[in-house]
């Protein structure tokens, strides 16, 4: 999984670290950290703008497939336990992971990381289930593919503000943008078996591999034919949060 999900996850990190120093006023920073890194694609990104960029990453799988960079090193890690000292970081990235942390912990050890002046960018990118001058995908991804592989239960995607009030931020600016990703049929389908939906399916033991990829293969030949590329829609949310005055010194 974490091999396919380095292979062909959408690339778009550029467009963000160029939102990164336009929101925040800062065309470099010394030392960046990249929480719920994955397979590396945000961190390696990152070392365009940072001296220094540690990736951290709960899964031993996907540090496996990270990708080494100048500037750039990879640790093991919980976004609620951040194992460095205090006021380390001008820097803190989360590139689509936000769901699968206790955001109240998580905002608490950011603050802890993060100096004084620093700021944390959140950045959430997911399928809209639109594809470009067709209407039959967004149908079958609400009406086949959700009711087929029912989503796993999982935290909110955006940003909770009252939970970042309380760990010491405040939103200072929020912005989005949507890009295209060219897939032909056999690699949509390799990006659907990254999704959560389809791999819960096969963690739970209801579904195999084989199965899912088969039953996309059926479902999905008349959107996508053979030989041809379908022009999926993606869209990026971003957030810029920064530390509420008063609150540089934790507890």
């Known amino acids: 999984m974490a091999e396919r999900y380095h292979r062909v996850r959408p690339l778009f990190h550029a467009k963000v670290v160029r939102w990164i120093c336009e929101a925040t006023g800062s065309q470099?920073?010394?030392?960046?950290?990249?929480?719920?890194?994955?397979?590396g694609h945000s961190t390696v990104a990152l070392a365009e703008i940072a001296g220094e960029v540690i990736g951290v990453d709960a899964s031993p799988?996907?540090?496996?497939?990270?990708?080494?960079?100048?500037?750039?090193r990879y640790q093991f890690g919980r976004a609620e336990a951040l194992d460095f000292a205090a006021g380390e970081f001008d820097l803190v990235t989360v590139g689509s992971a936000l769901h699968w942390f206790v955001q109240d912990r998580f905002y608490t050890e950011c603050r802890k990381v993060l100096s004084?002046?620093?700021?944390?960018?959140?950045?959430?990118?997911?399928?809209?289930?639109?594809?470009?001058?067709?209407?039959?995908?967004?149908?079958?991804?609400?009406?086949?593919?959700?009711k087929h592989f029912p989503p796993p239960f999982r935290g909110m995607r955006d940003i909770d503000e009252s939970k970042a009030v309380q760990g010491g931020f405040v939103v200072a600016r929020r912005d989005s943008f949507t890009h295209l990703v060219s897939f032909t049929r056999a690699e949509?389908?390799?990006?659907?078996?990254?999704?959560?939906?389809t791999l819960a399916a096969v963690e739970s033991g209801r579904e195999s591999p084989e199965?899912?990829?088969?039953?996309?293969?059926?479902?999905?030949?008349?959107?996508?034919?053979?030989?041809?590329?379908?022009?999926?829609?993606?869209?990026?949310?971003?957030?810029?949060?920064?530390?509420?005055?008063?609150?540089?010194?934790?507890?």
Not at 30 to 37: Q, S, Y
Not at 240 to 251: D, I, K, Q
């Open 116 to 146: 004084p002046e620093g700021a944390l960018v959140v950045y959430n990118d997911h399928f809209t289930a639109h594809m470009q001058g067709s209407v039959a995908c967004k149908r079958w991804m609400r009406t086949r593919f959700a």
């Open 61 to 72: 799988g996907m540090l496996g497939q990270a990708q080494p960079a100048v500037g750039v």
């Open 188 to 197: 949509f389908i390799a990006y659907l078996m990254t999704r959560s939906n």
């Open 28 to 39: 470099r920073f010394e030392r960046a950290l990249d929480v719920g890194c994955g397979s």
């Open 211 to 251: 199965s899912i990829t088969g039953w996309l293969d059926n479902e999905l030949a008349p959107i996508v034919p053979q030989d041809t590329c379908g022009e999926f829609i993606f869209k990026c949310n971003l957030w810029l949060l920064n530390g509420r005055a008063g609150t540089s010194e934790m507890p």
